[in-house]
Structures are given as structure tokens and as C-alpha cells.
């Protein structure tokens, strides 16, 4: 490992060269992707070199301790570079594992209610809000592509797409079926019911990262329509794409724009079919390779919403570590959850480099 280390030690300080070097700079493409791999290999290198200076400053107190002034802090000094070792190995291992693709990309979000009627549809518009005051924490964009709501303010469902750095690294776990516990507006007799919404997480990919052909789409064109049947506008800008060879349907029509509504209608597509590609290719494999947190399947069960206990239980956390604290979590305050998460996921990939 600390060869590789210091091969991508060499290569980062290439690539600082190569930034400064006439034929680079005065090329902005050339310029953007050679500072793209230098961030990549930064944290790398950083934590090499905190690792070297931990073990330089472990010889030096070794050299100490058997000095009658200098020894009790030597001992101090060693424990110290003992511990850094440890936490910087651990950390450069992190570094190491095979990073996702798709983790600087945006995402494409579907929420649909599912058991549960009324209920249901209620519960994903929380679980929109959710998301959308998360995506507002980080500074991310959030735009609606099509939306199917209820008289009484639920969403039967909502597609949206989420673009900014980190989007799908964060989001990625989102994927499965989300259940609450509480009682329904809709309930007179108090009594608490279950119902679930499903949601599904695609990496965005652009028309053109993933082959459509044009005899393959059936395109219409229609008014959008809001809760109850409400126009919403009188001109026909809202967008059904057709995919004929696997009906896959994708509408847009949030935009009074035909041109805006058409193009998240093809990330969408693309988005959709690709991650059906990616499915059936990983099926053979998918028990093989599936980690404590889960496949990412929207037919998982992966958390609980339970509004009598004002806890949030994440199905896929081992320990003490998978509840949450419901009010914090659904005003958009994920990052202790995703965190927990991401550390659990990065766990059991240690474990399997091992």
C-alpha cells in the first residue's frame, strides 16, 4: 500500500507541474480535468504524508526513552505517534477503497406513496420536504420534473432532480421503502396506522452518456394538470416520453417550458434505463457483493418513521447508532444518518479488503 502511496505522491507532484506549464494552462479543458485528478490525489497524499511524519516522530521518541530527563515525555511523545499512525493508516485504507463513479454526479429522486391511501400520499410529501430542505442545507439545486398531487396536500408522486458536488454519495442510500407510524389526519378514532412510501435514487445522466435511439421514443406533448384535474397552464409544455421497447414512461411538466420539460425528461429516461441495465448485469452478483447497508433495491424496507416514539429507525444500522431523533431528521437534518451510513458502508468494505 505505502509503494502505491508514494507513487501517487510522485504522480500529484507531476501534475502541479503540469498545471504551471505553458501547453496546459492556455488549455481550459486540459487545464480543468489535469486539477480535477490533482484534488483527487490531495487527501491522499496529505494523509501519506501525516502518516510519514507520525512515524518519523515514533523512531524519534523511541531514540528518547532510555534518557533519564527526557524518557516520561518520550513516552508521551511515542504514544502520541502510535495513535496518529493508527488513525492516519485507517483513514489512507478509507482513501484507497475503489471510489463510486458516480459520487460527484446529481441525482434523479421518485417518491410514490405506496400502502397506506391517503396516508401514504401525506407521507411522501414529508419525505419531498425532506429532502428538499436537505438539498437547501447544502447548497444544492433542486428542481421538480413532474408532480401527481392530492386534494389534501399529499403526493401520489414526484420526480425531481438534485444537482450539486456530492449529491449522489450522500443521497445514494436513500433508495428502498420508507414506513411511518402515526395517526392519520384522515383517522378519527386515534388510532395509529402503518403505511410506506417508496423512494428511488438514480445517478443523472445525460441522453448522450447512455445510447437512446430516436426510433425508440414516442414523444407527446400535453397541458399540465395539477391536484384534482386544475390546469396549471393552457399550452401544451408538458412532456411523455415513451421508451417503446421496454414502456418505460417518463413525464415532465412542471416547466411552462416544452424545451426545459423535454430535456429532465430525457435525464430521467436515461437515468432509468441505465440503472435497469445496471440491474440486470449485477443480478448474478448482487448477494455476493451486498453489504450491511443494504442493495439500494426500492423493494427494501430500509427505515422506520415512528411519530408515537418521535424516533426514526434506519433498518440497515447495527447498534445503538439506528435511531434518530424524528423532528430534526424530517426538517431536513440528515447528515448524522447519512453519515452513520456512509461510515457502516465504508466498514464493510474495509472488511472485504481484508
Known sequence: ?????????????????????????????????TARELKDLEPLVDAYRRWRAHGAALEEAKALLS???????AREELDAARAGLEETERELKLLLLPRDPNDDRGVVMEIRGGVGGEESALFAA???????????ARGWKLEIAGINETELGGIKEISFLVDGQGAWSRLKFESGVHRVQRVPVTESAGRIQTSAATVAVLPELEETEFELDPRDLQIDTFRSTGAGGQKVNKTESAIRI?????????????????????DRAMKILASRLADAERRRRDAAVAAQRKSQVGSGDRSERIRTYNFPQARVTDHRLTGETKNFPLEPTLRGRLDPLIDALITQDQTE???GED
Open 1 to 33: 500500500m505505502f509503494e502505491q502511496l508514494a507513487d501517487l505522491e510522485t504522480k500529484a507532484a507531476a501534475l502541479r507541474r503540469e498545471l504551471e506549464s505553458p501547453e496546459v494552462y492556455s488549455d481550459p479543458a486540459l487545464y480543468a480535468k
Open 67 to 73: 534518557d533519564p530527563e527526557l524518557g516520561p515525555m
Open 126 to 136: 414529508d419525505l419531498y420536504r425532506m429532502y428538499a430542505l436537505y438539498a437547501e
Open 242 to 262: 415513451t421508451h417503446l421497447p421496454t414502456g418505460t414512461v417518463v413525464e415532465c411538466q412542471d416547466e411552462r417550458s416544452q424545451y426545459k420539460n423535454k
Open 349 to 351: 468494505r474495509l472488511k
